[in-house]
């Protein structure tokens, strides 16, 4: 099991999406910390009042991993998670593959259906059409990237004999669909790299639209029943979690107690942890990391 760092999440209407630290420097420090990968999220168009209430401020998920990219060589880099139906999947495939590029087959696609409803208005998104939305990305996207022509059929657009040059350097990016839902696990069975299921409280579920999920013993099950119906590329299907319990706290302090909870996912079946950044100055950023591969990476 590898461990990704989650660039903070700033929660409210005032805070600075930069008051954590550049990108470029966590990602540097993330890295030299032991962590495999690094990950951003993203909402393009939250509104005031679901900030207010708890949500959170994101920069660009594919501008700032591209920007993490230059400053590292091992990390992967993860949109955890960027909302499908938001843009064209054109779009989608473009940004991806060039990330994918200039990392040099590093990127992995995050990707999810997204909840907000004020924030698909927002873009001018039908909500009700999201799963179709994603459904229709998850066709699109490894033919753009195959380098080749080709031609689709789309809700709101017609690709004739299209081609998209450069093409990445790998056959096909690595596609972690999220969501806890038997659709998203289908997809996932039948068409993705990675699950990126929710673990946590019941209450953390209220808004993201997905069945709840407590904990690794109720998700090792899930994770059998999914690599079942994957057959054999069952076993190499990726799952990532986010483990949320380190908060601000110094990682060294109850050392144990996490350890024995990252060992319960490894045993799940959890092949990423993400551990989500969530400090509010750069020097406690670069503390935590140094922190958390001191204690659990051997940094």
Same mark, same amino acid.
């Given at each position: 099991?590898?461990?990704?760092?989650?660039?903070?999440?700033?929660?409210? +209407?005032?805070?600075?999406?930069?008051?954590?630290?550049?990108?470029?420097?966590?990602?540097?420090?993330?890295?030299?910390?032991?962590?495999?990968?690094?990950?951003? %999220?993203?909402?393009?168009a939250p509104s005031a009042k679901?900030?207010?209430?708890?949500?959170?401020? %994101?920069?660009?998920?594919?501008?700032?991993?591209?920007?993490?990219?230059?400053?590292?060589?091992?990390?992967?880099?993860? +949109?955890?998670? %960027?909302?499908?139906?938001?843009?064209?999947?054109?779009?989608?495939?473009?940004?991806?593959?060039?990330?994918?590029?200039?990392?040099?087959?590093?990127?992995?696609?995050?990707?999810? +259906?997204?909840?907000?409803?004020?924030?698909?208005?927002?873009?001018?998104?039908?909500?009700?059409?999201?799963?179709?939305?994603?459904?229709?990305?998850?066709?699109?996207?490894?033919?753009?990237?195959?380098?080749?022509?080709?031609?689709?059929?789309?809700?709101?657009?017609?690709?004739?004999?299209?081609?998209?040059?450069?093409?990445?350097?790998?056959?096909?990016?690595?596609?972690?669909?999220?969501?806890?839902?038997?659709?998203?696990?289908?997809?996932?069975?039948?068409?993705?790299?990675?699950?990126?299921?929710?673990?946590?409280?019941?209450?953390?579920?209220?808004?993201?639209?997905?069945?709840?999920?407590?904990?690794?013993?109720?998700?090792?099950?899930?994770?059998?029943?999914?690599?079942?119906?994957?057959?054999?590329?069952?076993?190499?299907?990726?799952?990532?979690?986010a483990y949320n319990d380190l908060?601000?706290?110094?990682?060294?302090?109850?050392?144990?107690?996490?350890?024995?909870?990252?060992?319960?996912?490894?045993?799940?079946?959890?092949?990423?942890?993400?551990?989500?950044?969530? %400090?509010?100055?750069?020097?406690?950023?670069?503390?935590?990391?140094?922190?958390?591969?001191?204690?659990?990476?051997?940094?």
């Open positions: 099991m590898q461990f990704m760092f989650g660039y903070p999440e700033l929660r409210g +209407t005032e805070a600075s999406r930069l008051d954590p630290g550049p990108v470029s420097d966590l990602a540097a420090a993330a890295e030299a910390a032991g962590f495999g990968g690094f990950a951003v %999220t993203e909402h393009p679901w900030l207010a209430s708890g949500g959170h401020a %994101t920069l660009d998920p594919f501008v700032a991993l591209g920007n993490a990219a230059a400053v590292t060589t091992q990390l992967r880099l993860l +949109t955890y998670l %960027t909302v499908l139906p938001y843009r064209s999947p054109m779009l989608v495939a473009k940004a991806a593959a060039t990330v994918d590029i200039v990392s040099g087959g590093r990127f992995i696609l995050g990707v999810g +259906t997204g909840y907000l409803k004020g924030e698909f208005r927002a873009l001018g998104v039908d909500f009700d059409e999201r799963n179709e939305l994603f459904d229709e990305a998850l066709d699109v996207l490894p033919m753009h990237w195959s380098g080749e022509p080709f031609s689709y059929q789309g809700r709101h657009f017609e690709a004739r004999d299209v081609i998209a040059r450069p093409a990445p350097p790998r056959a096909s990016i690595p596609i972690w669909i999220g969501g806890n839902s038997a659709l998203a696990r289908r997809r996932v069975a039948e068409r993705g790299h990675g699950w990126m299921p929710m673990i946590g409280p019941a209450e953390l579920f209220a808004t993201t639209r997905t069945p709840s999920v407590p904990g690794g013993a109720e998700l090792a099950p899930m994770i059998d029943e999914l690599q079942a119906n994957a057959g054999e590329r069952g076993v190499q299907i990726d799952v990532a979690v908060g601000d706290a110094d990682p060294a302090a109850d050392p144990d107690r996490h350890r024995e909870a990252f060992a319960q996912l490894a045993a799940a079946g959890v092949t990423w942890v993400v551990i989500p950044g969530s %400090t509010t100055s750069r020097a406690s950023s670069l503390d935590f990391l140094a922190g958390f591969g001191t204690t659990y990476l051997g940094s």
